[in-house]
């Protein structure tokens, strides 16, 4: 090969490999973006049956383990997908828990067959929590609990046993923003997960993997809400 010949396929080479890597990092974003959870406007009825207001709604996993705080393996484990909505005044969840045994054995609140609701409503994402910032939890049973903001009378919600686990179907207050299309709200998400022994035996998350959620918005994910 001549010299000029040689250096003219040593360029191409780099083009090949340049281009390839721009089309790798643009897929990469592509999936980000696709991966920003959605709440479609609507408003269903607080009931614990499905109603149309949730058919075209995204579907959200609740399926990374928090390791440091489960035996459980990630296969067996309890897991959710979850759908969102949102109107002038609340946002709401559809929970799909998958969870072979259901328990509320365990004297904690959170030890019990449950999930969690978390919402910055600000998506300020400020460390410890702030007056927008609330922590919800609802169990199979039906039993309703929170962190220390927690006001019962913003949280409406209603369950149902299915043949793979349970239904949680529940509304929020929103009560520091003016909710419109585009507006951007930090949210975790959370199933714990008792197999009858009396404790807890694995956490499952939407967005972070580690057992803060409660005392630190700073890893919360974020929802966009969509018309
Ligand atoms: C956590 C628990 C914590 C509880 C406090 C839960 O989200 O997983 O470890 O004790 O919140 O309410
Ligand atoms: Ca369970």
């Given amino acids: 090969m001549k010299r000029a010949q040689y250096h003219l396929s040593l360029a191409l ?10 089309q790798a990092d643009d897929a990469a974003e592509k999936k980000d973006a696709d991966q920003v959870p959605v709440a479609l406007h609507g408003t269903p009825k607080i009931d614990g049956e499905v109603d149309d207001a949730w ?3 995204p579907e959200i996993a609740v399926d990374k383990i928090v390791s440091g705080e489960s035996t459980a393996s990630k296969d067996t484990m309890a897991t ?26 365990g004297s904690q609140a959170y030890e019990q067959d449950s999930i969690e609701f978390f919402v ?4 300020q994402k400020a460390g410890t929590y702030q007056e927008d ?10 039993d309703k609990s929170g962190g220390e903001s927690y006001d019962e009378g913003d949280l409406k919600s209603a369950v149902k046993k299915t043949d793979d686990g349970y239904i949680v179907e529940l ?3 929103l009560s520091h923003v003016k909710p419109k299309e585009g507006t951007k709200i930090g949210i975790e998400l959370q199933v714990n997960d008792n197999d009858g022994s009396g404790s807890r035996v694995a956490i499952a998350k939407f967005h972070h993997d580690e057992n803060d959620s409660y005392q630190s918005t700073t890893d919360f994910g974020t929802v966009e809400l969509k018309d």
């Fill in 13 to 22: 080479a780099s083009l090949v490999t340049f281009v390839g890597s721009v």
């Fill in 55 to 57: 058919a075209k709604c």
């Fill in 80 to 105: 959710a997908k979850v759908k969102l909505l949102w109107d002038d005044e609340h946002i709401y969840a559809l929970f799909h828990v998958k969870d072979s045994k259901l328990s509320d054995s």
């Fill in 120 to 123: 910055d409503e600000l998506n």
């Fill in 133 to 142: 910032d609330v922590q919800y939890r609802v169990a199979f049973n039906g």
């Fill in 171 to 173: 509304a929020v207050k």
